[in-house]
């Protein structure tokens, strides 16, 4: 017999079991599930600390230690408790018959601690299809007449792969804090009660909170904040600058000259003060559960000692300061320091002291750091850093990683908007598992809002690495159709959710190629490839599911449409779009065309459809979410959004006469057919035996009626329009197809087609191929157009290894991870091979028409090294050539130098290298050889003829079988 | 007793005694002079053959050998022919007693010959007020009641100074074309009839008429033309490729297979039907006064022969084309060769086959040329090329030059409206007669409508050299002054003809620094030296000088005001402002000034005003002027219109926050004061000792109330404004000047002002000089702030020389001449002088800080070599260093290259030396070597600290006594 619950059963008695032993925190916990079971199937379940109130069916629940009904059952041999006793956040969920007198059929959720209880609650909720953003994006779950659960279900959940998963909330100015202060009248507690239950729900169990302006222990009121999270087993910690639970800004507010604690951030010329001020600290949290920051940084991120400080001072200085604050633990919180979690996070100068140098030893392996989890970071752009080398990995405290989907810093801020794409988050933090990094994994969600989608990601991947990790490689669509069946169960019918699918997919694949806050005019090229109205057709046919489905979405669940996927996807392709209507309106300018001006009306469209989202995502809910559109977003010229520049319009002034321009599409060849000057055009579309079908376009440079006539003179061409004419007024612009008729070029390699317009007459030749090429290979790229472009995934064959502990050596595709396609990476991530010995390879293999000297160009994902030494290798061999092992990074690469900086904003390492090619057929041989090498594309052309500008890399051409 | 004109003689008998042996081109002439006593007069004279009829008072004029009347008179004793027989061009103007019975009073008027005879009675036209514009330009003259000469007047005119002077019509589509089609329906006698009259009564005799369509001989209709100019006494000419009488387009129309003048343009394979064709010509138009053009050049202006041809080929074909064209002229022209006057342009290609080279003599000196004017020429942009050498003046033909007014080629056209000045105008062609070119003067004044003002001043020029020549330095604004009296006399008060003359000086002083077809919107710099903003007050000045003259012109003279004054310069000015305004458009965009919107506005004006401008020269005075404004003026990026780009209008969007930037005017200092970056501006004017006041703008960048705060912390400093605000709307930008009481300094050399604002504090260093420069020397420049900028004039000392003729060899300061003030220029011009023997030179002086390398860098007028070795030297000396020789233009210059299209376009010619200073006082002398070494500012700064970029040059900078 199932355990059910329906109505019917909410009206039989109390559903909830209540022990006065239990936590508190369980029983709010277990409140908020009732409140769940209200909203799934209408009516409200009772509670009841009396077993003979309970109806026929009841949810008992407990925690390890803190239940004598768990013990009784367990007497009653109905639970095993031993199935979780001891373990780390664990819970048994079993349905049982007749626990007590009165009760036939119960659920049973047993955490072998605090949060194991609460996970199993929250495990009921999702088990009902309620999200966990049920309370933070409102999302109300799909009611049910019923939930059952079979009769025999015994279910063990796992501890969670990562050990402490949290987020921080950080740069809280001015979205997060103007909307707390509104709602909440500050950064107090009942803020952080809806914070709580977010990570709870997501299984997190770790906090940063907000520490620009806040003090989490002071503003609770009082401790509030901090026995809150003690409540909810929320452990808190801080940030990589704020030691001995003391929150960013509370020195500032305590130091003076007649303070206790002195006045000045300086442990040497005021250690008496800064000691003191730490003990204080550790006196008032150290009875909550925390990971202790260990380590001082100077005020406001910057290093603490002085330029003319060596490196041996600052480590010893570092050392000290580390065995105070150990000592000042052990007296004040717990004298079995290895009890106490620590961290120490490596970041900015910390790293250099961490490491030493040849002649100065560092931190490492010191024993002040015994036991302390040594927190690493990723470039604060989604990009990991050094990783732990395999000898690292056995230290006593383990590793962390501070992870990024908000940043306030250079080269660019990003804090409006999530901009973060799943396969990337997958990619490195799957690597920085790999690496040994799973004892605390942090991430960084600004103002939260707006981050909910590849936050839930993160802390499902950090709770169940099994499920979403290595081994699940490709999985990130799954999890997003999921996550999106979580929210939208209900709301949508199966093809609009395909639709909100593709929406979030799509937007975040954008942002992935360029964050909005990165965006100008500049960035993409304005026509070759036509990547940017490629990326403009994209972004249009997401806006239109956009606002198809805003159009059609129930008035109840509008408000989390909006918040969750309608404002962040309008939000972030309205301003792409924004950008690049200006890319090509600073184009067209130039040239005169007349649809420029009609594109700075487009521009001017989206500065305030800009404006009006986020007045809207501001107003709806009752200003629920007032304040987390704040963040500057347009145009930043520094790392903040100081002196931003928006959109420059640019408006032509019409011609005295007649002119039209014509463009052939995706190049930047133009002409207005002079007569004493060139009025030649080439369209070359047709070099690629795979294109039948190119264009040009014929625009208007005056506002007055001119007339266009097109005269194919090549029979195997034709011509979508053979005359027309445009005003320069409504009809700006006459795009024109071409097309070809292979069969029918008996050998003729060259057409011609003449634009006769009012003023001027213009000649296209048009050079085509109709080679055949089938002799060669399937999958053989071949150029006949100047140059070759590959997407990594297209290789012709793939070559595995298998290392001493049999496990495969194996390039494997990254779907849907590249600027433009995918990309390919060797498994497993953390080694080192030797090229043409254990490394596997990749084969390519292309056609060029001349022998001679190429050049090979890498589209990468910009991947920072592992290692200290800054390198990133491969190993390059064409045909029978020695393999070429080359460093794929700059001579000098580091990151936060110029090269890396690039490298964030254009989210692409590209790297050249010089390579001999044979006439006809060659062989390339991509061999792995450090782990982060990340290839997305490869373009090979003639030495020192790159081929034409462009953001995303020239299109792939033509290969056998395309 | 006087000889006087009234009406109360005009009405006692017919005035103008006619004789049937006259020209009838003179007693047609002697008709629009009667026309002139009328329209000055009130009553219109009468003419009569019968003596009889004439009254008391008469005018007898006549041509000594075809007038028995002159004869009459001389035999009477009453003239002496003798002054004047045998003379060129000369007449005798005489008031005689009783010449005849009833006659008491007469004026005579004698000519030497047919134009003699005309510019005599035209002279009496000019004694009345009448001005040579009377017929084209409807110059009404001043209404008088009587003309008075005294009794015993005797004047006789000089031979002409140059003894061909002419225009070419040229490039007449689509301007002349179309007004004389829809006036005069073709390129026929009627439309030569005024073109003659304007012709003779600035006193030319030589015409090269339209060409590009027309066909002079052929479109009189038929002959008509031909025989207009014989009567007239104008003598036809053609341009340089338009051999043996023959127009540019016949041969077109001519050609063809079965054509007695064969297929080609060429006398190698066509050798029998070119000769026909140029014979055909001779014998057509040879028995009319001509020039008669020899050689041959290739089809539309090219080259001839292939490019793999030999200069001795070339050579020795031109030599067999001039041969056979002296042959067919012996035969059908005159047999006495030497009497016809002939012509061959050294112009382009000829120019290599007249000169040849070490090995192959050119056709210089050959005796296929004995007596043949070879014209020489400009760079097409007022700029002479090569001229003759001492040994060559000699040539028996003489020399001509063939000058531009107006030019339809590289590397911009301008053809629009007159862009000549006439200091420069004056400075090449006196140079041209000096070396020795004063047997033609031909100027290309492209549709003729607006070169007015340039091309009568030419006309006077090469008329009487004497009076306005070498000799008479910096008399072009009395010309100017002469020549609006002329033309304005009795139209405008005293007070109002000086703006006048502003106008006229002020629109072509601008066009000099650059003519508007050239103009673009990165020609001045934005911001530096506010040279664009001084050129706009400038031009603003100008424009509303224009219009209030144009409201103030009575109604009958609004039409020669418009067309001579009013057209050409608002023409010129309000499009030079249309580019500056988008320069500063393009500028303030750039930092995102709501000023930019503005500006596009204001641009969006002058685009508007340049097509009501051409609207009204086309309908004003009934369409008089119809099609004289139709050529294409704005943007060219060809050297023709197609594909002119007009200004981009560029805008902002509004900043969401009231965000203001401060500028430090001048320089390309901004900042919006933001916290994380830095807000620092340095103003460094007052560096100049002369300067005390300088300014800084404050500007939105947002359309928001904005408030600043200005705080100076300085008490030696004062700011115009402490506090404000700005709307972003109506007020989007306030200027600050500050103020510097150097009295207050107290050896304090830096100040400080604040400009806080609503967004942003800006902070902003003042450094200033309170030094005593007293010691050093008056007009001793002091480098304070960097660098050092001269004008030319501004020397401390001229040192003259004497040469073997007793000639003093001198610098002279050309008033008026240079883009900023004026230049300097060693006479004669004509020598060659050896720095530190015979050259004069100028001494400047100067401080500076440190001893060292130092960059001067000359700004010079775009002076082509006089001679063929393409270099141009000067002597720089500094102190007691040796005089250094050098070339001041670029290695390999050659007119056509990229440096002399640069020069053209810039109108200067840059070069910069090495010199080495010492620290504190030094010398510089510039002596004077080569021809053609005109030089109008210097700048010195330490070797590779080039001072700010900017158009016009760094403005002067202190010297003692400024």
Known sequence: MEFIINQEILGQGSLFYQEEDAFSGVNKIAKKVMHDVELVFGDAPQATMDRTKLGKTAVLYGTVGHSPMLQELEEKKLVDLSEVTGKREVFLFKVVDRPFEGVEKALVIAGSDKRGTIYGLFHLSELMGVSPLVDWADVKPKRKASLSLSGDLTYVSKEPSVRYRGFFINDEWPAFGNWTMKRFGGFNAEMYEHIFELLLRMKGNYMWPAMWSARFFDEGPGLANAELADEYGVVMGASHHEPALRYGEEYKYLRGKDSKYGDAWNFVSNREGITKFWED????????????????????????????????????????????????????????LSEVPRMLALY?????FFYGDENTPG??????????????????HGNLRTLPTEEMRSHSGGYGMYYHFDYHGGPVSYEWINSSYLPKVWEQMTMAYDFGVRDLWIVNVGDVATQEFPLSYFMDLAYDFDKWGTNAINSTELYTRQWMERQFDGVFTEEDKEKVFELLTGYTKIAHKRRPEAMHANVYHPVNYKETDHTLEQIDYLLNIAEELYEKVDKEDFSTYFSLVYYPAVGNLNLQKMWLLTTKNHYDAKLRKMEANKLSEQIKGCFKKDRELVEQFHTIDDGKWFGMGLSEHIGFIHWNEEEAQYPILMNVLPANKPRMVVTIDGTERFCEGPEWHDNKLYLNDFLQPDIEEASFTISSVSDLDAEYEITCETKWLTCSKTSGSLDGKEKTKEDIDVKIDRSAMNGETEGRIVVKMSIGTCEIIVNATNEDFSEYPKMTFVDTNGYISIEAEHFSQRKDTTNQQGDINRFKVLEGYGKTRSAVKAFPTTSYYTAGDDAPYLEYQFVVQEAGNYELEFYMQP?????????????????????????????????????????????IHKHVSKINCKEGLNTLRIHAVSPGFVLEKLVIYPDGKKPANSYLGPTETYFVGK
């Not at 900015?348 to 250099?352: D, N, S």
């Not at 931190?363 to 604060?380: G, K, P, R, T």
């Not at 800054?870 to 190993?875: L, M």
């Open 281 to 336: 600290g550790l006196k008032r949290g150290g009875k909550f559960e925390n990971v202790i920051t260990v380590g001082m940084r100077g005020e406001q991120d910057t290093s603490i000692m002085g330029k003319e400080s060596t490196l041996a001072d600052n480590i010893e200085y570092l050392r000290d300061v580390i065995q105070t604050q150990n000592k000042l633990i052990e007296e004040n919180v717990n004298p079995n």
């Open 348 to 352: 900015k100068e910390v790293e250099p």
């Open 363 to 380: 931190l490492m392996n010191s024993e002040e750091l015994e036991d302390v989890i040594l927190m690493l970071c990723d470039d604060n």
């Open 863 to 907: 991947s920072n090294p592992v290692a200290k030494d800054n390198t990133i290798y491969c190993g390059i061999q064409v045909n029978t050539d020695d393999i070429n092992i080359e460093n794929v990074l700059p001579e000098g690469y580091r990151v936060g130098g110029d090269d890396w900086a690039e490298g964030v904003l254009d989210n």
